[in-house]
């Protein structure tokens, strides 16, 4: 079914790829915006997703250094002086240029499908060498003028980002979004062929280490738990400010902040205990955020632009369900009404605070969303169910083996 090797027509675009008949395991080779083989890299999303991906396909090899040295301090010094105006990743003639040596170590890998993920520029050039995999959080389309951090961009880059990612996604053999609304705009915005555009859940980048059962939760002081490094983005002061409104309402409830916080030192609140950044890959630092998710009766996420929130898939693992804005892709990771409750945007803490207060006071509704968010979990938020479902839909993407002794040449496009 999978092809020892990949013949291309005319100028090699996807439309003219051909494959031949084909061994068990296809061959890939794996890039992304950083080093996968650095657990920190996006928070260790690559990193999980190479290691998933070696369970379903042959990894010949893996790109640990997609950009140049020199790229990288260009473009961060052009990004700070012009105000992130000028951002050459989105510069077909500047990422040309550095993408050369990563694209070379992919084509002479031998690999039959390169994965790229989260690197739009060399995933564009990619699609016109060989079969490419495109795996991504968003597209330009939608982060353009949701995220903040693209509202600067000048126009003409914004212009050209849309572009390479409309040719990463329309020219990859397959490309693969974790969340309705990404997906939806690969199709619709950036004019993607629903054949060959998947939306398959991500998983949590932290492995659960057991959970607390919601029947042995405290019924009388309940614990919130809050995860974010950026705590104006995340929404951290409306999380403190639906706490407080919960203890002026006479609730026992308590805030647990990690990550972040609204100055340095932090400031003393009643109810709200800040544990500063703990890192999930050293021991003693990933025991303490476990024991935290364990001790907590919900996840509170009330955060202003997000991709998707993986975050909430960690929480899920552990049986909690998250109360969060309905924004960018977390309504893909939050079940509003079944593992979770999804707030409007723009809506106070106030609401917050009346949402957590209703669903807490409920045993029943409480106990079925806790263990709905761990159904979901196990069910399709984790590393190994992406994984299956990716290697599937590829496979779906390639044709079938030619009857014995008949070559068949055929557009898998």
Known sequence: MWGLSVVAEDDVRT????????????????????????????SGTPHHMLEALSAEFDVVHVVR????????NLRGLLRRVSGRRIDIYWSPFWTRLAGRKAIDEITGSGADIAFAVAVTPITAQLTRIMPTVFVSDATQAVMIDYNPFFFSL?????????KLET???????AAFFPSAWAYGSAVGEHRGDPAHVFQVHW??????R???RPEERAKDAWRLLFVGVNWQGKGGDIAVEAVQAMRRAGYNVHLDVVGSAPSSPPPAIEGVTFHGFLNKH???DAERLAALFRSAHLFILPTQFEALGIVISEAASYALPSIAYRTGGLPSNVEGGRTGILIEPGAPAADFAREMIALLNDTERYEAMCYAALELSRNKLNWPTWARRVREAVESRVNRRAPQGKREVASVH
């Open 154 to 162: 000048l126009p003409g880059l914004k212009r050209s980002a849309y």
């Open 15 to 42: 439309g003219g790829m051909i494959m031949e008949a084909l061994a068990p395991r296809p061959r890939i080779a794996f890039i992304c915006a950083g080093d996968p083989l650095e657990i920190r890299t996006w």
């Open 65 to 72: 250094e997609p950009w140049p040295r020199w790229f990288s």
């Open 282 to 284: 050293v021991p003693a």
């Open 167 to 173: 040719q990463a996604i329309r020219d990859s053999i």
């Open 210 to 212: 057991g959970f607390t």
């Open 203 to 208: 998983g949590a980048n932290m492995e659960a």
